[in-house]
């Protein structure tokens, strides 16, 4: 099997050529905010590099996100269009999951972190139960560093551009019962490579994206947001606070009125 693997989720754009031997090519690099005019020079780069063409390959495998919403457009539609001129199946792999596959085998529990908004981070944990079968302990959540800290509960391998940005923070979350471990430099950022194999994984087992495949943003409701920005309020619970302190100060008012009103008929009743 002949894959070609993107990952564009965040700002390190990988791309890979895999077969069942291993990588036939690759290309990793800091794009920035660029994969919309690197992507594709990208990917001729690497089948005149590997001497293959789109049409010998068997499949297709991209990143689906959490990530950057514009990375992840771009690479979701270019390979779209891959698939549309070739036919080709196209398996979508969860960004987070394709980080947790950097250390493939690995004994301990995986927490991939990426950076999201507002000083946010998304995060998920795994585990390797075999060298084949990697389980999901938690699905992808996004939220505050130290909410994360306070979700590690056992000692943890931590991985990706959010643990680099945020570690302090989700530490100051953490119990002191909890170790953590960094994985080595090389699993830090998504890799093609590993998006590829987990992707050659569930073409093999034919699972493969449908037509209204799009990709996979992980983001708080308005509603959440709006309960963590009000002190944990519900919307609800803040009306009627404001009704409170509304009636508390009009009641106020009427009583002090009361009183002065009071104070004159004394005054000219003597």
Known sequence: MKVLAVDTATFWQSVAILDDQGIVARRDQDAGKSHSKLLLPT???????????????????????????????????????????????????????GLAWNLRGASTPLCPVLTSRR??????????????LLERIVPEQVGPPAALGGRLTEPTVMMGNGWEAEEA???????????????????????????????MQRLRRGETAGLGVSPL???????????????????????????????????????????????????NNT
């Open 43 to 97: 990917i001729d780069q690497l089948f005149r590099e590997s001497g293959l063409s789109l049409m010998e390959l068997n499949g297709l495998v991209v990143s689906i996100g959490p990530g950057s919403f514009t990375g992840l457009r771009v690479g979701l539609a270019t390979l779209l269009g891959f698939r549309t001129i070739t036919g080709l199946p196209l398996a979508v792999v969860p960004t987070l999951e």
């Open 119 to 132: 000083g946010e981070v998304y995060w998920a944990i795994f585990r390797w139960v075999t060298d084949e």
């Open 169 to 199: 923070a989700i530490r100051n979350g953490l119990s002191r019962s909890v170790k953590l471990t960094v994985a080595p430099a090389h699993a830090m950022k998504p890799s093609a490579v590993s998006v590829g194999l987990a992707g």
């Open 217 to 267: 943003y992980v983001q708080r409701s308005e509603a959440e947001l709006q309960y963590e920005q009000g002190g944990g309020m519900s919307p609800v619970e803040r009306r009627r606070e404001r009704v409170a302190k509304k009636m508390a100060a009009r009641t106020a008012r009427i009583r002090t009125r009361a009183s002065r009103q009071q104070i004159r008929t004394r005054r």
